[in-house]
């Protein structure tokens, strides 16, 4: 029996980052082999307060069915040993990825004398706005440290009990390592209002994170003057040139679209060349049948496929995340881009196609993250990439664009050795 | 006589984004020898058309002398032959710049076979708003185009007839290039509102880059929704520690504080270890009244020191850009860290000391673009550290971090080349 108690306080935010900053100045200097030990000391007191955790899990899991939650987000939710076990394993690994914190990116001397250095550093504080999925906790709480920086964290109401007693673990973890508990703290207010104050707080936070629907990020990215990394919205499209291979085409939609419908690298629209689509409507419509799959197109598509449903601008700009596509029928490469340009978010995109100087227009003129040639939109995700463990994936294109390793939670500071030279 | 037209006019400021946006696409697919020819004919079309330069820049100084503004305002709005030429001679030196887009940055392969490259791309379309200097819009053109990016350009209206002149003289040479005349957007009106507009334009501007004074960045950053690469706010500090070697701190304090004091990587702070100045005082009241240099002090400042004026909490976070500095002492190097962390704009800081300890800990705990040891803060700039032109300094952590050469004005993109593969 657990007798585990929060250390959760409704904390002032503004006080609550103040605290992370200051510890991130300790963890900034710490090495490598000290983060690494907490990492593990956090990992086996997850793994140990497992029954602490699923008791707290459980109140939220009551709150949803009375809310009467989606059998999805009652999921995502839902925490077990094994999940736990999960999280602690997600911990370990993050130990065996490279510090990216100290890393000299160059080294010169200037003709007077002076030595330059290009030295990775912390970015400081890094504040975390998610939903409910309760392993975000763990996962950002564990890559933050690595790289050096503390971390506010501010997830969903809905995970409240999950997520807090996740962090009094974290807590009690790293008061038994070198890393100052101040360093993860947990905005246990619902109050929106103390949210909004996340979004202002240039002087203590560095970069927000936002992790979650579209709405949650437009939300972040409106109304943050704390720079933010924007993550994860992803409309990314097949483009099915005229010439491409009718297996590959098959097998990459097939796996874009189905494998994970839900992810934010699956595939929600599918442009056909006209000539091909016209030649393989027969083999697509049976790929549509095989798995349930809900068509939104255009006219050509109409004519060409069955049971469509007439699509509209709402169909080419939406993530649907679920087994619906929307279709879009063309007659050019040059076509295909121009849509993607127009409904796209710089997420992933593919062309299947034979020709290569179509492959080569598609990959030089399609603005985003990850552009792919005969190859499934699936890929574009850290692990699958081998960074490891990521916070998430840019559809920015500043600072740092696509999946994001601990790289992306570091910046530079030049660092000039000299004996008096002046200019 | 020149009989040269002016090529701007008063458009709507969002067609103007759009057309950039889409002259960006073209721009971008560009070879670096075409962007270089390119570079070229505008610096020798801006030197034969310097009369016509000169004259509309007389409209801007009689302006200037109507609304009576400062000598140093007007030295920065005058234009003259020489100076024209150093405009034509910073877009050719420009040209020697590496071309950074189409780097590819890292490629691998993985084990399906996928290959990844890393690479290079422009940001796309960069906003620059800025002040009265018109070396600015020569300046950024010239580093925006070489990096493939297309600019809207915001200057002064103080220089509103220099800088129409400049840009018409650009549209004129760009005729006669690869690179279309819309990629160099400027926007005549003076309307806050249209200026407004760029600040939300997500859609069809990357990045918007402000240069000028402290209340134009603060503006841009609290209202805009387009990232911003903030630049130039620098209240630098000395740190004459208690072991620092007497004539090494004089001269960088010298060099720092009137080699050029209205630059934003001169200092505005030295802060005084008590034992060294209680030392040295006399010295260093004598390096004062040779630049007639004014003195804002703590307490113990006045008492070491002649002719100090009490100095209040606006001295110890204020840019002087001037012949003042403002002096704190200090008991330890921590306390100099704290103070500098509490005032300083995290721009360039600076310990001079003979014990390396010291010296560490100052450099690994100051939180800044550039730490110095034993050497004048006036190095944080391109040019000074080999890195050429730059199109500013930044001050943020995120993206680039102190000077920002080409690479700032560029962004990452995965390329996958594959033969059907899926996960």
């Not at 590959?248 to 934010?264: F, G, H, Q, W």
Request: glycine residues 6%.
């Amino acid at each position: 029996m657990s007798t585990f108690k929060s250390t959760i306080k409704n904390m002032n935010v503004k006080d609550q980052a103040k605290l992370a900053q200051e510890a991130s100045k300790h963890l900034a200097l710490l090495s490598e082999e000290e983060k690494n030990e907490a990492l593990l000391v956090i990992a086996d007191t997850l793994e140990s307060e497992t029954d602490y955790i699923l008791k707290e899990n459980e109140k939220d899991l009551v709150n949803g069915k009375e809310k009467d939650f989606s059998e999805a987000l009652m999921d995502r939710l839902r925490l077990t040993e094994d999940r736990v076990k999960e999280f602690a394993n997600g911990l370990r690994e993050v130990v065996e990825l490279e510090d990216p914190v100290g890393e000299i990116l160059s080294d010169w001397t200037l003709d007077n004398g002076l030595n330059v250095e290009q030295v990775r550093v912390p970015l400081g504080v890094i504040g975390m706005i998610y939903e409910a999925r309760p392993n975000v906790t763990v996962d950002a709480t564990g890559l933050a440290l690595k790289s050096g920086n503390a971390i506010v964290l501010k997830g969903g109401s809905n995970a409240i009990h999950s997520n807090s007693a996740i962090v009094s673990v974290i807590h009690k973890a790293l008061t038994k390592t070198k890393i100052p508990e101040a360093a993860v703290q947990f905005i246990a207010s619902t109050d929106r209002e103390a949210v909004g104050q996340l979004f202002t707080m240039k002087e203590h936070i560095d970069v927000l994170i936002p992790r979650g629907g579209g709405s949650l990020i437009k939300t972040v990215v409106e109304n943050a003057t704390v720079p933010v990394l924007e993550t994860g919205v992803g409309n990314c499209h097949i483009y099915v040139d005229q010439f491409a291979d009718l297996d590959k085409a098959l097998s990459i939609m097939e796996n874009a679209k189905t494998d994970r419908p839900a992810v934010c690298n699956a595939a929600e629209t599918f442009i056909f060349h006209e000539a091909w689509l016209n030649e393989h409507a027969e083999l697509v419509s049976a790929l549509f049948e095989k798995h349930e799959i809900e068509v939104h197109g255009d006219e050509k598509a109409a004519e060409l496929l069955p049971d469509v449903i007439p699509a509209n601008e709402k169909d080419w700009a939406e993530e649907y995340l679920s087994l619906a596509v929307a279709v879009k029928v063309v007659s050019s490469v040059e076509e295909a881009v121009a849509h993607i340009e127009r409904y796209g978010t710089k997420h992933s995109e593919a062309i299947v196609t034979e020709n290569p100087d179509n492959a080569i227009t598609f990959l030089n003129s399609v603005d985003a993250a990850a552009v792919y040639h005969n190859a499934s939109t699936r890929f574009t995700d850290g692990s699958a990439l081998g960074f490891g463990a990521e916070i998430g994936i840019s559809t920015q294109k500043l600072h740092a664009r696509g999946p994001m390793g601990l790289p992306a939670l570091t910046t530079i500071k030049y660092r000039m050795r000299g004996d008096g030279q002046v200019r």
